[in-house]
């Protein structure tokens, strides 16, 4: 599936729209270069999941968890980990295979740790259609 965004809003709303469908299990994989729109998107999956507290890139932290929507969300930013052997210290396993949906940040980072089950979400900007265009590609 190809959806097209022309706005950080349209970004937003791919997200949520997506999260209504999740059910507990699932994984995501964000794949996309820096500032395109992954953080924007998952704040839009965490609505789409009834989550209303903040959501922010948890770069500094790996992990973020969020628990008040109607499935618990497992939000990773791998940007800056260094070895993918350092996922095994934040437990992913227990994530990738927990009661909620996982939502991996630099997907590409993990890859070899990221079942083949995950749905691979690719964000990609094509400035021919303006800067604000992203094409989102669910697979």
Do not use: N
């Amino acid at each position: 599936m190809i959806i097209e965004s022309f706005s950080a809003q349209d970004t937003f709303e791919a997200g949520r729209r997506l999260a209504e469908s999740a059910s507990a299990g699932e994984i995501y994989a964000l794949h996309g270069d820096l500032g395109v729109g992954k953080t924007v998107f998952t704040k839009g999956f965490a609505e789409g999941l009834g989550i209303t507290e903040p959501v922010c890139s948890p770069t500094f932290t790996i992990l973020q968890i969020y628990e008040e929507g109607r499935l618990p969300l497992y939000h990773f930013d791998v940007y800056r980990i260094e070895e993918p052997e350092e996922m095994e210290e934040v437990g992913l396993d227990e994530y990738l295979f927990g009661e909620g949906v996982c939502l991996i940040e630099w997907a590409d980072r993990i890859e070899d740790m990221i079942p083949d089950t995950a749905r691979r979400i690719v964000i990609e900007k094509d400035l021919s259609k303006g800067l604000d265009y992203r094409r989102i590609t669910v697979i």
